[in-house]
């Protein structure tokens, strides 16, 4: 009896936490959509802001995600003669905000080759 108490409980715990989860989610997806239509630029014009601001490179992903400071921006991950660089892109003007090294990309390259 006990035991069926504590699935019980643990049953309602999981349910809890994946109500609050797809909550946090529809929440999340409702901030971007609504950021993003006040957008003044087009993810195909943040990108071409991008690979136009490291000449040579070309763009192999993009995200409209908040930047650190919590200010939406494109990020679009480009490929240069053999690197990954991230350029940050203001959505409001096209203005190239950064550009750096991805080092997330590096990291998962060196361990795919262990």
């Known amino acids: ?61 993009a995200d409209f995600e908040r930047d650190r400071q919590g200010h939406w921006v494109f990020t679009v991950e480009v490929a240069k003669a053999g690197e990954a660089l991230d350029v940050m892109v203001d959505p409001a003007n096209g203005k190239v905000l950064s550009v750096t090294r991805d080092l997330e990309d590096r990291e998962d390259n060196e361990d795919e080759r262990e």
Not at 25 to 30: F, N, S, V, Y
């Open 1 to 61: 009896m006990l035991t069926t108490h504590k699935f019980a409980l643990l049953g309602i715990t999981v349910i809890t936490g994946l109500a609050a989860t797809a909550a946090y989610a529809a929440g999340h997806i409702e901030a971007v959509i609504q950021a993003i239509t006040q957008a003044k630029l087009t993810l195909g014009q943040a990108i071409a802001a991008a690979e136009q601001s490291t000449p040579g490179s070309k763009a192999t992903h």
